[in-house]
């Protein structure tokens, strides 16, 4: 019995999550898409509403990933490292995306979930593949915690997002 079998369990809740989420957030998206939109409008839209699919395609990813059947951690633990890795590039480029869009003003809760939190999973995910190495086992509580991390964010900013555009956006026009 390797180490990620009882992880099972978690991943197909966790992963089957994300997948909904990420179909929810489509849907949401498009009811508000009649909204009139600027160039402005996309830079915020690249800068608060892609990196939701993003972190909710990477918890649906490593969820794949982890429910196959590897016989040792080894191999598997180079790939969410390599997710944790872009993500913490990702996490970088949504940052500055942040400070570059000039439609809404950023306060502390949107730089926590957008930039701070995001970075910190991605950066446990590579961590967590380093150490892997030496304990699979506590690693993969580590891969547990970002992944779910990364889901909370996700519904947070999608949230947040909806909110947005809904009580804000649609009042002002």
């Not at 991943?11 to 160039?39: C, D, E, H, K, W």
């Not at 990813?61 to 993500?87: D, H, K, N």
């Not at 992944?147 to 947040?160: K, P, T, V």
Request: net charge neutral; hydrophobic share 55%.
């Amino acid at each position: 019995m390797t180490p990620l079998a009882g992880w099972q369990n978690f991943y197909v809740i966790v992963g089957s999550s994300a997948g909904a989420l990420i179909g929810l957030q489509f849907v949401v998206m498009s009811l508000i898409s009649n909204l009139p939109t600027s160039r402005p409008d996309a830079d915020a839209g690249n800068a608060f509403a892609t990196p939701n699919i993003i972190h909710f395609g990477a918890v649906l990813a490593l969820s794949g990933i982890l429910c196959a059947p590897w016989e040792t951690v080894g191999a598997v633990a180079v790939l969410w490292g390599l997710m944790g890795l872009g993500g913490i590039l990702y996490a970088a480029i949504v940052t500055r995306r942040m400070r570059t869009q000039a439609v809404y003003r950023p306060e502390f809760e949107d730089w926590l979930f957008h930039s701070l939190l995001p970075f910190a999973a991605y950066i446990t995910l590579a961590v967590s593949a380093y150490a892997a190495q030496f304990d699979p086992r506590e690693a993969l509580f580590g891969v547990g915690a970002a992944a779910l991390l990364l889901l909370f964010i996700g519904i947070h900013n999608a949230w947040d997002t909806v909110t947005f555009h809904v009580f804000t956006r649609k009042k002002n026009r």
